[in-house]
């Protein structure tokens, strides 16, 4: 048994536990117990289809493997509060192990599949992770090995589960997610041990600003109000058919209201692991979806091909929600007009605050603003450097505290003390203006990420494995322009005499320390000296626009 530390939880100040409770956000439940409602209710209709295997499962069906697979994990020596990682793509065993964990109060780390060695074994280490549950070879990437790597580097890691033929010494994910022999003992079992409403539910991943990720603690009741409200601003019903084909691991088509939102709904959910047009087509053809979450340049690159195949495979979809990044105002004109649908721009983050465009706002408000907090009881304020509030119109740092947004990182009191203020305000790090009519338009940010068409990168972890590399006298990861993903890594670097240094340099050495792809630059600007400002800090402003004047001029 491993003895977890809880210290590293930050809950929210009592008063405001007290009133959040009061006022019916927290309802003191387990995620699980929203689904058996429905389960209760619509017990034969289909909850999940898995478009790439073909699996359907009702939600009898469902829950059914979820309870077996918790009883299963509980009996093979997982414990209660017990963290486990889970790197898996867009698939059935996916929503069910989730949804297991949920019903065994064992901890999900929500990693994404394109996490790496890197990234993993710092967050297992740090979370004290017991179990992986990997996919097995996904495009010539083992799972499976860096699962075996990354249990012989953390000492509390003692399972892996993978979907494909286990190693020996390994565990079989599917025989796990099996159906159970009896149903209604086992629901019966596992309701009487259900986790508390301020239970610790599951471990997002933060979009990263500072060197490594942090983990975002996500309770039951917090998560569960999050899901809820997310799902009457999308005015998702029963009878919406949702497809995800972001990373269903990401809080946006998760809980935004993502699979979970469904699940709660009664509502069905299609799985694919990819986005590309000639895939999801088809899918929302044959499964009439009508609700689907993408990043913006994923909307951009349904947009141009809808637009140049004239298609009619998109009849069934009624609502496209777009975030993660900036969606540029000119893509949202079009997204009516050619894909014949709703647009609902979403600002959201893992830590919390999720804004939304309203489906029946006006189509100026729905093109040019990222929308308003989903909650009554999100409290957002815009600052000046110096913390004090700015009038409406104006742009500033957003502040925001809530009922689903954290008061603090786990077990990262340095980080926790740069990102919340005493007041418990979290500063995501993003220059916002809000309109008079109370819409939000993200114009910026002071934090030094850089957003790959919704993926978000460090640069300070970036810069620090680079400086790995012999004879690097400065480096910088920046944001460079680039016209589909918005956004991508361009490294500048400072060399010391007498040595070189080529991009292919820095992606091989980046690689070989098992590092996401998504993070590794693209380009490579070697400078007679990086700018610094007067404070002798790197001027990423002014390499950030050298960059874009060095692409414009090569257009
Ligand atoms: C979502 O969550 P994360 O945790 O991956 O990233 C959060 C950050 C925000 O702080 C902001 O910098 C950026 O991503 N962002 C946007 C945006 N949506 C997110 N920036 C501009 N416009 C937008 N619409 O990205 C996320 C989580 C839940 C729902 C939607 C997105």
């Not at 387990?30 to 699996?55: N, Q």
């Not at 600003?209 to 409200?229: E, F, M, Q, S």
């Not at 979290?426 to 109370?438: M, N």
Request: proline letters at 6%; glycine letters at 8%.
């Amino acid at each position: 048994m491993v003895e977890h530390s809880t210290a590293g939880i930050t809950k929210w100040p009592e008063d405001f536990a007290e009133h959040y409770r009061q006022a019916g956000y927290w309802e003191d439940q387990s995620l699980s117990s929203h689904l058996i409602k429905t389960v209760d209710r619509v017990p034969e209709r289909v909850a999940l289809v898995d478009a790439a295997d073909g699996t359907r499962l009702t939600y009898a069906e469902l829950l059914d493997r979820a309870d077996a697979a918790a009883e299963r994990l509980l009996a093979g020596g997982l414990d209660r509060d017990d963290r486990v990682l889970i790197i898996l793509p867009n698939s059935w065993q996916f929503v069910v192990l989730t949804l297991a964990c949920f019903r065994a109060g064992i901890i999900p780390i929500m990693a994404l599949p394109a996490h790496r060695r890197y990234e993993l074994q710092f967050l297992s280490t740090l979370a004290e992770a017991r179990a992986i549950f990997a996919a097995d070879v996904i495009k010539d990437f083992d799972y499976q090995v860096m699962g075996e790597e990354l249990r012989s580097e953390v000492p509390t890691l003692e399972q892996i589960f993978v979907t494909g033929t286990p190693h020996s010494g390994n565990e079989c994910l599917d025989e796990l997610l099996a159906p159970g022999q009896n149903p209604e003992e086992a629901r019966a079992r596992l309701d009487l041990s259900a986790p508390a409403g301020e239970d610790a539910a599951l471990f997002l991943l933060s979009g990263g600003t500072t060197g490594l990720p942090k983990l975002i603690v996500r309770t039951h009741n917090d998560y569960a109000y999050n899901i809820k409200a997310c799902t009457e601003v999308a005015k998702l019903t029963e009878d919406s058919v949702s497809l995800v084909t972001m990373p269903v691991s990401h809080n946006f088509p998760l809980a935004c209201p993502g699979v979970l939102g469904s699940l709660f709904l009664g509502a069905r959910t299609v799985l694919l692991p990819s986005a590309n047009p000639t895939k999801a087509f088809p899918v929302i053809e044959a499964e009439s979806v009508t609700d689907t979450a993408v990043v913006p340049a994923v909307a951009q690159t349904w947009i141009e091909y809808a637009a140049a195949q004239a298609t009619n495979q998109l009849e069934s979809l009624r609502t496209i929600q777009v975030g993660g990044s900036r969606m540029p105002d000119e893509l949202a004109r079009r997204v009516e007009p050619v894909l014949g649908c709703n647009l609902q721009q979403v600002f959201g983050m893992a830590e919390g605050l999720i804004n939304m465009t309203r489906l029946d706002d006006d189509p100026e408000v729905i093109h040019a603003t990222q929308g308003r907090p989903v909650s009554e009881a999100d409290e957002v304020r815009i600052v000046d450097p110096l913390g004090e509030d700015l009038p409406d119109g104006v742009s500033g740092r957003i502040l925001t505290r809530g009922p689903y947004t954290p008061r603090g990182y786990y077990a990262a009191p340095e980080a926790n003390s740069k990102a919340f203020d005493e007041g418990g305000w979290y500063a995501p790090g993003d220059i916002v203006e809000r309109r008079p009519d109370g819409n939000l338009v993200v114009q910026g940010r002071d934090k030094d990420m850089i957003n790959r068409g919704g993926e978000k990168i460090s640069a300070e972890e970036v810069e620090s494995l680079v400086y790995r590399i012999p004879g690097l006298s400065m480096v910088a990861a920046v944001a460079m322009p680039d016209p589909v993903l918005g956004e991508k890594v361009c490294l500048y670097a400072q060399i010391s005499k007498g040595f070189t240094l080529t991009l292919e340099d820095v992606r091989e050495h980046l690689h070989s320390t098992g590092i996401a792809a998504f993070k590794i630059p693209e380009r490579i600007e070697i400078v007679d000296e990086i700018p610094t400002t007067k404070v002798g800090k790197i001027d990423k402003r002014a390499l950030r626009q050298d960059i874009a004047e060095r692409i414009s001029v090569e257009q």
